[in-house]
């Protein structure tokens, strides 16, 4: 018989081994996703410390699209860039979270690069 995949264990699976290869430093943080049903998160963390730097999320006030869509993903973008060079953070590495780079991720992803933010 053909047992059902779990999406969410596989998505942790892959994660799991994504982060055993890129950690993030003070010089170089870690820029990580979740997206839930509803809302997208991001935040840029120091491992080394176990610190997060920057955050934001389509529940922050400065977001108008309050979905898990591609709009939502580019404003968070833009935005989770202006925090992080307000911060002086310039160079981050992508932490995609396990999800395809496809989609809302990639919007994500190209709007932070749009916005200043290198990797």
Known sequence: MISKTNRKVERERRHARVR??????????RLCVY??????????????????LVSASTLDKEVKT???????AKELGELIAKRATAKNI???????????????VKELAEAARNGGLEF
Do not use: M, W
């Open 20 to 29: 055993t290869k890129i950690s993030g430093t003070a010089d170089c943080p």
């Open 35 to 52: 997206r839930s049903n509803s809302n997208l998160y991001v935040q840029v963390v120091d491992d080394v410390a176990a610190k997060t």
């Open 66 to 72: 309050k979905h898990s869509n591609k709009e939502a």
């Open 90 to 104: 310039k160079k981050v590495v992508f932490d995609r979270g396990g999800y395809i780079y496809h989609g809302v």
